[in-house]
């Protein structure tokens, strides 16, 4: 391995058994090959960094492998050293995102009908092929409808809804899943084993998180580690180089999210900003600690509280607006407020005041569990503008929501939740 290359280049598969996670892909093309069954044409979709573009030049190795044609080509040939190398005249990869127009489909249409220089095929690899402009695409299609017999296309694409559906219709389709995170961080743990530094698994497991389903990043994401590891890479020196925020600074945003608490959360935003920490890899981080609360709870067949839900859908639509905004502070607070501070103009309805009951009761909980003890021994039964009716069966608990604290702290917490001014209406069970 040069050492000039970065970890992707080198460890690049060279196999299909090489290829991680994409077996439903790599193995039907193998039987195909076995079989020479050779499609003119082949659209590999699917996100970026899994594997589209290694896959199509090990399919380009094994059409043109001196030993012939094969699942397992030799790489050793000539044919198949100079495809690694990317030197083969043969095999020509193409940039749709920056080769995208008519003139270089037209150069194309006029070099498929040359016959191979000194290969069994000539393979064109088009990578983003989604990205080709309307005139490019009628021109690559007239070439797919009437293909030279020792020409091979690959289009890659991770946007194959964007493709013609005259293109997809003459292409052989095979889709690339994300990778999930069990798998890059195996690949990662056995990419970090060939250098001298000792590794934490759960530094690996923050990297392979971080990778968000493609290898190629996940593999970026470890040469940048191990360049600033010393004879040992940590999760708390990943955590730093990924801009994580702490584990207790995500606890607190939960907290304050749960008490629907405005002013906490715009002070962790500003205190955030302040140490330089990356909001959009804080927004990720909540959303993915949110979602495994969400699946804790279905998990034990709790009801999913509605503060939870709303928090996820509104910081799932702030993560992508930060994407094109460089103002993710602002971005993040504006979501907070859409989230918290747009109380209902009207009086909600008996239905929905018992729909939204659980969360007026964690508010209450996380300010005096005793009253959200005797609050689960009454039912809500009315409610009359913001005048709400709670009917209790025992005299103990009629009493205890009729105390002045205990109408203070039910109120602030139906303010809280469902805007206004509250009262509260004690009776008994009828």
Request: hydrophobic residues 40%.
């Amino acid at each position: 391995m040069a050492e000039e290359q970065t970890l992707y280049r080198a460890y690049r598969p060279q196999q299909f058994v090489q290829v991680v996670g994409q077996a439903h892909v790599t193995r039907t093309l193998s039987n195909a090959l076995a079989a020479s069954r050779i499609a003119h044409a082949y659209l590999f979709a699917g996100p970026r960094g899994t594997g589209k573009t290694s896959t199509a030049r090990i399919l380009a190795k094994a059409l043109n492998c001196r030993q012939g044609i094969t699942s397992t080509p030799c790489d050793a040939c000539p044919q198949c050293l100079s495809i690694i190398e990317g030197t083969s005249m043969d095999v020509l990869e193409i940039d749709a995102a920056s080769r995208r127009g008519i003139d270089e489909m037209r150069e194309l249409r006029e070099r498929v009908r040359l016959a191979p220089a000194y290969s069994r095929y000539k393979v064109y690899i088009i990578d983003e092929a989604h990205m080709l402009t309307s005139e490019a695409a009628n021109a690559l299609l007239k070439t797919l409808e009437e293909p030279p017999s020792q020409v091979v296309f690959v289009l890659a694409t991770t946007e194959p809804h964007k493709m013609p559906a005259t293109i997809l219709s003459r292409c052989q389709r095979f889709d690339f899943r994300r990778l999930p995170v069990s798998l890059i961080q195996e690949h990662l743990g056995r990419v970090a084993a060939n250098f001298p530094v000792q590794v934490e698994p759960e530094a690996l497991h923050l990297l392979a998180l971080a990778a968000d389903g493609s290898m190629r990043d996940g593999l970026s994401l470890l040469d940048q580690a191990l360049t600033w590891a010393g004879e040992e890479l940590r999760a708390e020196e990943v955590a730093e180089l990924l801009g994580k925020v702490p584990a207790q600074r995500l606890e607190e945003a939960v907290q304050a999210l749960r008490r629907q608490d405005l002013l906490a959360l715009f002070r962790l935003v500003a205190e955030l900003e302040e140490e330089g920490r990356d909001l959009q890899v804080f927004t990720r981080d909540l959303l993915l600690r949110l979602r495994g609360e969400t699946r804790r709870c279905l998990r034990e067949k709790q009801r999913l509280p509605a503060w939870l839900g709303r928090s996820l859908m509104a910081l799932y639509q702030a993560l992508g607006e930060m994407r094109l905004s460089s103002l993710r502070g602002l971005t993040l607070e504006l979501a907070f407020l859409r989230l918290l501070a747009a109380p209902e103009e009207r009086p909600p309805s008996l239905e929905r005041v018992r729909a939204l009951w659980p969360d007026v009761l964690q508010l209450v909980k996380e300010s005096s569990p005793r009253l959200f003890g005797q609050l689960c021994l009454a039912r809500v039964v009315g409610v009359e503008g913001r005048r709400l009716q709670l009917a209790a069966g025992e005299e103990r608990v009629r009493e205890t929501l009729r105390k002045d604290e205990s109408q203070a702290l039910l109120g602030e917490a139906l303010g809280r939740r469902f805007g206004g001014e509250w009262e509260i209406e004690v009776l008994g069970s009828g």
